[in-house]
């Protein structure tokens, strides 16, 4: 089985519900969602456009999926993130934008988030033990992609390439989009989601996902609060 650790915004966020709208999937409830309309863009563009991202719903990654080893449940995986998340902090984004991140248009900080990249530093490490060795097929599908040494040995040690000082947080909106196309995408995209954007992002949760068979659509197995700040620091 393949899991995953992602932060998800609340279901009523309304960033949530825009972003739920805009992939076509519900993260919580894995159903199909109609956009609604997108002004600027017919039904089959906006679904072209998200359906490499469509099936892992809206979040962002701190654990990439990796495969589970043998010998722990899942039930196991989800009581150890829900000791985790106890002992940290939420963390605060004060404000995000929607920008390429190399072809993919991604709702990303407007600065370098110190706390965040900690956070998922932390997530990568602390729950390696969980994750199964790469298979040699794995290794060979990743090669082939423009790596560098740092990144390769990120893949070797950890199972991905970009995490640790290579991780970069980012949500996922559109899959690539060739260069001619790209202003014209994020002219839509800035219209259809607005000011929700450029809000501060409130990373309060964990959600451990699952793949119920391979290349199926993501799954939630569970939602793990990170303690508050004035909590945490009063304990």
């Known amino acids: 089985m393949r899991c995953a650790i992602y932060f998800i915004p609340a279901r009523n966020n309304p960033l949530t519900v825009a972003a739920t709208r805009w992939l076509g999937r519900d993260a919580y409830t894995g159903e199909r969602v109609k956009s609604g309309g997108v002004e600027g863009l017919i039904e089959e563009d906006r679904a072209f456009l998200t359906a490499p991202v469509r099936r892992f719903g809206f979040h962002g990654t701190l654990r990439a999926p990796f495969q589970l080893v043998e010998g722990f449940s899942i039930e196991a995986l989800a009581r150890a993130l829900a000791r985790f998340t106890r002992q940290r902090p939420s963390l605060l984004i004060p404000r995000t934008d929607i920008r390429l991140l190399d072809s993919f248009f991604c709702l990303l900080p407007d600065a370098p988030s110190p706390e965040v990249n900690a956070l998922a530093a932390e997530v990568v490490m602390s729950f390696d033990h969980f994750r199964a060795p790469m298979s040699e097929g794995e290794l060979e599908r990743r090669y082939p992609l423009r790596l560098t040494d740092r990144q390769h040995a990120n893949l070797l040690a950890w199972g991905h390439p970009f995490v640790l000082d290579d991780y970069r947080f980012h949500m996922s909106l559109t899959g690539p989009v060739p260069q001619n ?19 501060p992002l409130l990373i309060d949760q964990l959600a451990l996902f699952y793949e119920p068979e391979p290349n199926a659509p993501m799954c939630i197995h569970s939602v793990h609060r990170l303690a508050e700040l004035r909590a945490l620091r009063s304990a």
């Open 181 to 199: 196309e790209q202003t014209y995408v994020l002219t839509v995209l800035k219209r259809y989601f607005g000011t929700l954007t450029s809000a």
